[in-house]
């Protein structure tokens, strides 16, 4: 039995309104909502951790941060799905005020964060590279997984883990980056997470 094209073209419409609706940024008022600056520490001697049978994730340091979500984007067929479901666009500081962030376009994708805005930057542009990052986010269970992709443009997250260098069977390697102020290809964060609380 062949399925009319019409009930296609529905089913996709309301997957997309499905996926909109759950998925919509939270309307947020102006002010600073994260004063806290991201925290890395040391690792005291080499860890490495496997994960999912394949990838081995070796520690580079210790890491937390709480931030507003700027953007939200799942992966499910690039190279990197498996290993890095989720990545989060985060801010903190102006980054996380709304006055700030409304006056910039912000989107993402093919595992980059960009951002853009009219006339003039509304906070200097070294600013926003400071206090913004996109995240690679590699979860620890299921539950965090399913945290990660219910998390909404707008909300406040704490996590915790570690940044790391993940090395894949045919020895490709994907590596953190390890400072706050860098841009471009590389600059994302790697973050084997180890706690993920939305606030």
């Known amino acids: 039995m062949t399925i009319p094209w019409r009930w296609v073209f529905i089913a996709l419409i309301l ?3 499905w996926q909109y609706w759950h998925n919509r940024p939270l309307a947020v008022s102006p002010g600073t909502l994260v004063k806290e600056i991201p925290v890395q520490s040391d690792i005291a001697k080499k860890v490495v951790y496997p994960h999912g049978g394949k990838y081995q994730l070796e520690a580079l ?5 709480k931030a507003r979500v700027l953007g939200k984007e799942i992966y499910q ?5 498996e290993l890095v479901p989720v990545d989060l666009a985060l801010g903190w500081g102006r980054m996380s005020d709304s006055a700030v962030i409304d006056k910039l376009s912000i ?10 805005w009219e ?3 509304p906070i200097p542009p070294n600013e926003i590279i400071s206090h913004s990052a ?3 986010l590699i979860p620890t269970s299921p539950a965090i997984e399913k ?12 996590i915790t883990g570690q940044l790391v260098e993940a090395r894949a069977p045919d020895g490709a390697v994907w590596r953190s980056s390890l ?17 993920f609380d939305i606030r």
């Open 107 to 116: 989107t993402q994708g093919g595992r980059f964060y960009r951002y853009r």
């Open 134 to 136: 996109n995240m690679h």
């Open 179 to 195: 400072t706050r102020d860098d841009s471009g290809n590389g600059a994302c964060e790697l973050i084997r997470v180890e706690s």
């Open 61 to 65: 340091a210790n890491f937390e941060i």
């Open 77 to 81: 067929f690039d190279r990197g799905a």
């Open 147 to 158: 945290k990660m992709k219910q998390v909404r443009p707008g909300q406040i997250v704490h």
């Open 15 to 17: 997957f997309s309104a």
């Open 119 to 121: 006339d003039a930057p």
